[in-house]
């Protein structure tokens, strides 16, 4: 399913890539809008292919449920991580601290910088303790 689904086919892949959602989000720009697909993205298809999946096997409704309530309670405290590392990389890229961190790693390294960068990446990770936790909060370092 989600191979017929991708880019490898289009003349299912268009129809639904064009279902999308546009909204007027502010970042500076009053006209600048974000447009988000819906249909097209791998956590939709993965789950439209559970759901299809689920049918064919012959699960019920309430244990399918029951199934995505107890994944949804087992991935509270992840989701509420992953949010508050969000928060905290916006909260350091409006306010200018990842661009001061940047400032005085290439100050002190100087020349050396690229040789440097590795180990500010693996620190980054380390504090944090996820690589896509580091790639958010020093990503632009």
Known sequence: MLLFICKLFP???VPLSSISTTLNIYQGDPSATLAFSWIDTPGVLI???GIIGVVIQGCSVREMLGVLKDACVQTTKTVLT???VLAVAKIMGYSGMISSIAAFFVAVGGGFYPLVAPL???LG???VESETSSEVLFGNV
């Open 11 to 13: 003349p299912i892949y």
């Open 47 to 49: 789950m439209i292919c």
């Open 82 to 84: 992953v949010l508050g």
């Open 120 to 122: 500010v990446g693996a």
């Open 125 to 127: 990770t380390f504090v």
